[in-house]
């Protein structure tokens, strides 16, 4: 057995001679680029400003999203509409010279690249470049692949999946840069992985590769999944794909095994071709094992970027108390010996910023000292944003019981999709049904980063109830908890390791059906939630900073991409030659 180093891990100590490239269909970069639509982009943008703190040799690719996602206009009814967020990316980032071409259909199809430099605490720049294919010599219809973050249809979608993934692997060698490990952040970028094995087999015939040439490929290339229900990930047709990507490439997948079904199976696709994979949550790994259990699936739970989304009161409070916090999130584990008034006084602050926000948008005036609830996310069905409302009588009930009671709700539903666009309005028509004096409900439209990080620190609890088993992680709880904010939330995702009943929050418990669950949501807030709320202030301020010291110092990407580097990036071989202690990373 080989000794155990006592050297501390440095990421001076990672070859210097190549990068990790990381490809995302969405970033969240900047509040004011709208080149991101949820979860996913706001995780790859987390990740990427701890990589830049901690001086991670590393480089990211997204498309340029031009015309953004979309912004959310709500009427009186609840009825969503969308608008186009165009921007300009010349006024936040460098056009570089390069240029590479893709094929696509029979077209070549030019790609040109846009940097921003992303600078960590450090002073790391990790730089990012959005491929953009509004380029002179493209038809008008190429010009715009780049347009619309996940607009369009499937045939749409595939031709910017090979930009991103064909393109992405081109430009990185046009720019120099030389890359010894590629991360798929979902599988939108999966097709990197033929770029690579085409430029392994020298521009020769793919019919040519062999296990060994697609070992070379596996080598270089590690993947992350999301998605926890096989509907979920991206798929098309031997037709689709074949028209779009080639018959010849169509009939090497096939071959390689990454049609599933009689469909192009991105996710196996990017399994097929990568020696290390791993679901985003400890249970969002068991079930990934089942959905493609030929695989190993390994876990790296999300987290989120610490001052990206703690308040600035939060922030100032353990400055004074925990200096240290910011070179190291481990150090926020000293929060359980934070001064109950300084987090009481500072979550207060917090508190007053949102509602501030909420009187601003809406003319609604909320009680800074009445318990507000907080349920803001992608409103996509099996997140059930109206599961408060299943007896509307008894949560009248709670918030006479608790002196008033506030809940601010916030979410886009996708352009395309009609019964998340059915459960805004109901949650909205809800709203206004049951809103009184003492039970006051309020949505509020275009839920983006700004308004995400105000309502995660500024709410009392924050409320997360999706149908199990389809929360792969969730991440909004956990900028709640980096704001001390506990969670009332169904055991998924995150949760199931995050949860420390009265602790750091509540368990909404499994039941057979809706009905029970909202049972057990009404349960723990009479029970739990409201008497504490209500007549134990101290009991209060200690489940504040027991939830940011257990869950802020875990649930963050501080630690998570300590661990992608570690793990997947670059395994550690530890050995002793002569009495010196070397860290040795292999492929």
């Not at 970033?27 to 701890?50: C, E, F, K, Q």
């Amino acid at each position: 057995m080989q000794p155990v180093s006592t050297k501390p891990f440095s990421y001076e100590t990672l070859p210097s001679s190549g990068h990790v490239a990381y490809f995302s269909m969405e970033i969240a970069i900047n509040p004011a680029m709208p080149t991101y639509s949820g979860g996913l982009g706001v995780l790859a943008g987390d990740t990427l400003r701890s990589a830049a703190d901690l001086g991670v040799p590393l480089i990211a690719f997204t498309l340029v999203h031009r015309k953004g996602y979309f912004q959310q206009h709500l009427d009186r009814a609840g009825i969503q509409t969308e608008e186009i967020q165009p921007w300009d990316p010349a006024k936040f980032c460098t056009e570089e010279p390069a240029r590479v071409t893709v094929a696509i259909e029979d077209r070549v199809v030019n790609v040109r690249t846009w940097r921003y430099d992303l600078q960590g605490s450090s002073g790391h720049i990790v730089p990012i470049y959005l491929l953009d294919t509004d380029i002179e010599g493209n038809s008008g219809w190429d010009r715009g692949l780049t347009d619309h973050l996940y607009g369009g249809d499937t045939n749409y979608r595939l031709q910017q999946e090979i930009v991103l993934g064909m393109g992405g692997v081109r430009m990185a060698a046009a720019l120099g840069h030389r890359v010894n490990v590629f991360h798929m952040n979902e599988g939108h970028a999966a097709l990197l992985t033929l770029a690579l094995l085409e430029r392994q087999m020298g521009g020769g015939p793919l019919g040519a590769a062999t296990e060994t040439d697609i070992e070379q490929v596996r080598k270089m290339c590690v993947f992350t999944t999301h998605t926890p229900v096989p509907a979920g990930h991206d798929r098309f047709s031997v037709e689709q794909t074949a028209r779009i990507l080639g018959g010849d490439r169509t009939a090497r997948l096939e071959k390689f095994g990454c049609f599933r079904d009689g469909l192009l199976n991105m996710t196996l696709l990017a399994l097929r071709f990568s020696r290390f994979a791993n679901g985003v949550a400890l249970q969002h790994a068991k079930v990934s094992r089942q959905m493609f259990p030929e695989y190993n699936i390994s876990n790296i739970t999300n987290g989120v970027h610490a001052t990206t989304w703690m308040s600035e009161p939060i922030q100032k409070m353990l400055d004074e108390q925990i200096p240290t916090w910011r070179l190291d999130n481990l150090y926020l584990r000293n929060a359980i010996d934070l001064p109950e008034q300084a987090i009481l006084a500072a979550h207060a602050r917090s508190k007053e910023a949102l509602l501030a926000e909420v009187g601003s948008r809406t003319g609604l005036v909320f009680n800074p000292r009445v318990l507000t609830l907080g349920f803001a996310r992608r409103a996509a069905t099996y997140k059930r944003a109206d599961l408060m409302f299943t007896e509307p009588e008894r949560l009248q009930k709670i918030a006479e019981a608790a002196g008033g009671l506030q809940i601010v709700y916030a979410g886009k539903a996708h352009p395309q999709d009609e019964p998340g666009k059915a459960l805004v309005q109901k949650v909205i028509e809800d709203a206004a049904r049951y809103s009184n004096d003492m039970l006051r409900v309020v949505y509020l439209e275009d839920y983006a980063w700004d308004l995400g990080a105000l309502l995660t620190a500024g709410v009392d609890v924050w409320v997360n109830n999706p149908r199990r088993p389809y929360e792969a992680s969730g991440t909004s709880g956990m900028k709640a908890a980096m704001n001390g904010v506990p969670s009332l939330s169904i055991l998924d995702g995150w949760w199931i390791e995050g949860c420390i009943e009265g602790v750091t929050g509540w368990a909404i418990e499994d039941g057979a059906n809706d009905e029970e669950e909202a049972n057990s949501l009404y349960k723990k807030l009479e029970s739990a939630v409201v008497p504490t709320y209500l007549d134990a202030p101290e009991r209060w301020a200690r489940l504040m900073r027991n939830t940011l010291a257990f869950n802020g110092s875990f649930f963050n990407t501080n630690r998570m991409v300590k661990q992608y580097t570690r793990n997947a990036y670059y395994p550690m071989r530890l050995t002793v030659q002569t009495n010196v202690e070397e860290e040795i990373f292999a492929d």
